[in-house]
């Protein structure tokens, strides 16, 4: 098993993944670096990628006219960025920018749904960790949504 | 347990009144002769300035028990005379008054004469009184080793919390307490103590990681996580970046929405937890913030594998007596002034989701 191999499946997302899938996995990633302040890509581009952050801090974002980029969530170390890849028509929904030097660890994705395409079970297995990924996500959205901290007296 | 938010839109905030009573009394308080202590307490305040006795005189003067006190005691006497001082509020007065935010101020208080209160433990609340207003049950944000003077951080949400954050230095404001549990400072010695913060849930907590980080080398890792609404709504802002310089204290600070030039993170609390590293066999969690804040955060912390009793909660509710007498606090078996406001969530599972109404 090679060090990239073993790193992936040290990932809380790929814990217990077979190591034949982590193989393969591995061998659709390559290494990326962005300063801070460089978008990582941009709403509405091709979303050919998805991430795992080694270093560094990423920051997803949504321009608004009237109230400018609004900084939705921040990920940071071990995280995943970035879930367009897996539903047409694979278009990024936001931006994703990096706060601080950032080292990422990109999965080309096409080269992952066509493995999915051909092995239902690696398709299984990526399905279920990334509904679970968005599961999460959507469940810190709703309670973000909730806005806990406002105070009562204001009537929100 | 911050700034109690029930003040009642608008109605008067009894601590005195009798109009506080419930006409249905939970367990076994018998709020009849609370009101009627009440009163006396009240009819008694001024004449505490004169020459009688005002504090014995009202045993003199009623004479009737309270139940769930009388009993335990060994003289009745003093029962009552000990829970009439604890009724009567102790004037303080303001010696600084600093903004927080755009609707929160932390006063300092010092005792106008030789009387004060007892010293306090962390995650306990007094309840204060504006003069003519009102009283509300606020936490104590200070630090607990620093004798004299209080701490309290206040957000204005009703009539009685305006007045609190509207004085300046030299007004008098009453004080009674303190009261309830205090966090479990001790009690984490020798392991990991995360603390979970949300929005004005940090004041009640100041005073814990003072303890933990006074006696720094009974811990092992110490964290902070904290959520606030945005950047502007930050508590303490300064003091948080002085525990962020400390090298032996995790400092994560997290928004719900921020733009503009906020570098930090943005997302829920819950979203954190996950990022530290901590041994959760070994790790006492002390939660407090919204409810709702406080059950995303128990379901993330049993998720990373914390035991229920090892995850302490300071809950809010409507307080009035402060002692577990007039039962407007009562959740399930607890009197959240007397039991709370922390309580562990193993205690507090069967009674945190149940809804009021």
Not at chain 1, 118 to 138: I, N, P, S, T
Not at chain 2, 240 to 262: A, F, M, N, P, Y
Request: aromatic content about 8%.
């Amino acid at each position: 098993m090679s060090a990239l191999e073993q790193d992936l499946g040290a990932l809380p997302f790929f814990a217990g993944l077979e190591p034949v899938y982590l193989r393969l996995i591995a061998e659709c990633a390559s290494p990326a670096c962005y300063d801070p302040g460089e978008s990582i890509f941009q709403q509405g581009g091709q979303a050919d990628r998805f991430y795992i952050v080694g270093e560094g801090r990423v920051a997803l974002e949504i321009f608004s006219s009237d109230r400018g980029i609004l900084t939705i969530q921040t990920l940071a170390s071990r995280e995943v960025v970035g879930a367009s890849w897996l539903f047409p028509p694979y278009i990024w929904q936001y931006d994703a920018r990096a706060l601080e030097f950032t080292r990422l660890l990109a999965f080309n994705a096409v080269c992952l749904r066509a493995a999915c395409d051909q092995d239902h079970d690696l398709g299984y297995d990526l399905m279920k960790r990334f509904a679970r990924l968005m599961v999460e996500r959507l469940n810190a959205a709703r309670f973000q949504l909730l806005d806990v901290y406002a105070n009562p007296a204001s009537g929100r | 347990m911050p700034t109690r938010l029930r003040e009642g839109d608008g109605a008067p905030v009894p601590g005195f009144g009798i109009s506080s009573i419930p006409s249905r009394q939970p367990g076994e308080h018998n709020g009849l002769l609370f009101s009627a202590f009440l009163c006396a307490s009240a009819s008694l305040r001024e004449s505490k300035k004169g020459k009688i006795s005002a504090r014995t005189g009202i045993f003199v003067l009623f004479g009737f028990g309270v139940p769930g006190h009388n009993d335990r005691a060994s003289g009745g006497a003093e029962v009552h005379v000990g829970i009439l001082n604890a009724m009567i509020p102790i004037h303080y007065v303001v010696q600084r008054v600093c903004r927080e935010t755009r609707d929160t101020f932390t006063i300092e208080l010092a005792p106008s004469t030789e009387e004060s209160i007892a010293a306090f433990e962390p995650g306990q609340f007094n309840m204060l009184y504006s003069f003519g207003i009102g009283e509300v049950p606020v936490s104590i944000s200070g630090d607990p080793a620093e004798s004299g003077c209080l701490v309290h951080t206040i957000r204005a949400v009703g009539p009685v919390t305006q007045a609190l954050c509207d004085v300046t230095r030299g007004d008098t404001l009453g004080v009674r307490g303190p009261f309830g549990t205090a966090w479990p400072v001790s009690g984490a010695v020798g392991g990991d103590a995360l603390i979970v913060a949300g929005g004005l849930g940090l004041a009640p907590l100041r005073p814990a990681l003072y303890g933990l980080m006074r006696n720094r080398s009974a811990y092992g890792r110490i964290a902070l996580i904290y959520g606030a609404r945005s950047p502007e709504d930050l508590l303490y802002r300064r003091e948080i970046e002085k525990w962020r310089s400390h090298l032996d204290l995790q400092i994560e600070v997290t928004v719900d929405g921020g733009r503009g030039e906020w570098r930090g993170h943005v997302g829920v609390v819950t979203t954190l937890i996950g990022r530290l590293v901590f041994d959760p066999a070994r790790t006492t969690a002390l939660v407090c913030g919204p409810e709702v804040m406080m059950r995303f955060t128990v379901l993330e912390l049993l998720k990373q594998g914390l035991s229920e009793d090892r995850v302490f909660l300071s809950l809010e509710r409507n307080m009035k007596c402060g002692m577990g007498l007039c039962g407007h606090c009562q959740l399930g078996p607890f009197l959240v002034c007397r039991d709370g406001p922390i309580l562990t969530y193993s205690a507090l599972r069967r009674w945190m989701d149940r809804r009021e109404a």
